[in-house]
């Protein structure tokens, strides 16, 4: 089978580090990128085969719309192709709403949202011209169950889930294929040194708007969710010949993506009659 070509932005950690792992040990092509080109050294597969190093590292700011299209063309000028578009990069961050600050709205939109946004629109024309490709978002949990003092995140994941929804019942049938990534807490620096926080108001505190800022720092390094399997676990989606547009990761995200789906349910069927009677009155 010829080997696929990936392109993954937020290659140097996380996820994104170990999906580019597993893609290699599988014997795949990687195009990894990631905003400091240094982190990206280490990641090689030369046991693979034959003397052409199967990693392509390029520098990436998604929130820098000519980095972008240089690095698409790039990968398409050096690998020629680009199969699977892995939109990983991201930042997290906590905070109530009312203690956000509109430069943070903004930095993590223009790295959740826009950047995501801005890659996708650049590869989709050469998957449309080759018609296939693969688009995985990594969204998260929290994309569709929103936490207290998560607001700014939680808008963010909720504004990819929908974004790629519609997405992919528009590259359809140009054979290329989008799949939503939805993981829950796993073994990686998301909870520790790449989290931020906005300042606290004091009438926050001790309710359940400060409850992250609690739980991260106990949390971060003792995650249940190995990163090597959830990269296992998209590989086996795209891979697959029917893969899902959504695929919740690690046991915690079902649990309570399936609570959420469920009271959402029970919501509509207490309010029914109130919802459906909205019909003009017969004259």
């Given at each position: 089978m010829t080997p696929l070509v990936w392109f993954i932005t937020g290659a140097s950690r996380g996820l994104g580090r170990a999906l580019a792992k597993a893609v290699l040990a599988r014997g795949d092509r990687v195009v990894a990128t990631a905003r400091d080109l240094a982190e990206l050294d280490d990641l090689t597969g030369p046991e693979h085969g034959g003397d052409q190093d199967p990693v392509l590292r390029l520098r990436l700011d998604v929130t820098d719309t000519t980095e972008i299209e240089a690095a698409v063309e790039e990968a398409i000028t050096r690998e020629g192709r680009i199969d699977v578009l892995v939109n990983n990069a991201g930042r997290g961050f906590v905070g109530a709403l009312e203690e956000l600050t509109d430069a943070q709205i903004d930095s993590v939109f223009d790295t959740n949202v826009f950047g995501t946004m801005h890659v996708t629109r650049a590869v989709l024309p050469h998957m449309r011209a080759q018609r296939s490709g693969h688009v995985v978002q990594m969204s998260s949990v929290g994309g569709v169950v929103a936490n207290p003092d998560h607001a700014l995140y939680g808008a963010s994941k909720f504004a990819i889930e929908g974004m790629s929804e519609a997405l992919a019942g528009e590259v359809a049938e140009f054979g290329i294929h989008v799949t939503i990534i939805e993981p829950g807490p796993f073994r990686t620096d998301f909870a520790?040194?790449?989290?931020?926080?906005?300042?606290?108001?004091?009438?926050?505190?001790?309710?359940?708007?400060?409850?992250?800022?609690?739980?991260?720092?106990?949390?971060?390094?003792?995650?249940?969710?190995?990163?090597?399997?959830?990269a296992e676990a998209v590989l086996q989606a795209v891979y697959s010949n029917n893969p899902p547009l959504r695929l919740p990761l690690g046991p915690e995200a079902v649990r309570r993506i399936r609570e959420k789906l469920k009271n959402q349910l029970a919501d509509i069927d207490d309010w029914e009659k109130v919802a459906v009677d909205t019909r003009y009155a017969p004259s």
């Open positions: 520790g040194r790449s989290i931020r926080y906005a300042d606290q108001i004091d009438d926050y505190r001790d309710t359940a708007a400060s409850e992250l800022r609690k739980r991260f720092p106990e949390q971060d390094g003792a995650q249940p969710n190995d990163p090597a399997r959830a």
